[in-house]
């Protein structure tokens, strides 16, 4: 079900500038019994160009996406203009994205870039599975800033073009 029950507060994207956006409640609630294509959070969506944002765990009015799609600062606005955005506002439904974060075992704790990271299970050190970034680094990675993939080359291969 989709609707969109915030739509004057929504920011335009802070990605591509479309003031078209839908917002995604949680399919279930904490009395759900498992199912595994059921989504906890709500996740407010851009329709320009398919970033998205989540929200708080069975949060039904859907406020806590919105906080945090409207939390992004434009890229060409905010952060310096670099385009790396607070983690906490990252996807967390499985869309790739590139993480910025210190490298824990460099000796001045450097900061580092890692690509094409999605949120999801993964298997710490003890063989056990919980849900974190799937950067393949465990605890000696600590992710601060995130941001979207880019677009691939619109004009570099002429074999993808439709006749
Ligand atoms: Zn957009």
């Known amino acids: 079900m989709i609707t969109i029950p915030h739509e004057k507060a929504m920011k335009p994207c802070p990605f591509c500038g479309s003031t078209d956006q839908m917002v995604l409640p949680p399919?279930?609630?904490?009395?759900t019994p498992y199912n595994e294509n059921d989504r906890a959070f709500p996740i407010v969506r851009c329709l320009g160009c398919i970033s998205d944002i989540s929200g708080k765990d069975f949060?039904?009015?859907?406020?806590?996406?919105?906080?945090?799609?409207?939390?992004?600062?434009?890229?060409e606005a905010g952060n310096g203009g670099d385009g790396w955005l607070p983690i906490e506002t990252a996807p967390k439904d499985g869309t790739q994205?590139?993480?910025?974060?210190?490298?824990?075992?460099?000796?001045?704790?450097?900061?580092?870039?890692?690509?094409?990271v999605a949120w999801g299970p993964v298997i710490?050190?003890?063989?056990?599975?919980?849900?974190?970034?799937?950067?393949?680094?465990?605890?000696?990675?600590q992710p601060t800033h995130w941001r979207p993939l880019p677009p691939p080359p619109s004009s570099s291969n002429e074999g993808e073009k439709q006749p």
Do not use: Y
């Open 124 to 141: 710490d050190w003890m063989g056990r599975e919980r849900d974190d970034w799937q950067h393949g680094r465990g605890g000696d990675f």
């Open 27 to 31: 399919t279930c609630d904490r009395n």
């Open 59 to 75: 949060d039904a009015s859907c406020q806590s996406a919105i906080d945090n799609w409207n939390r992004r600062i434009p890229i």
């Open 97 to 116: 994205i590139d993480l910025w974060g210190i490298n824990l075992l460099h000796h001045a704790k450097k900061g580092e870039r890692i690509v094409n």
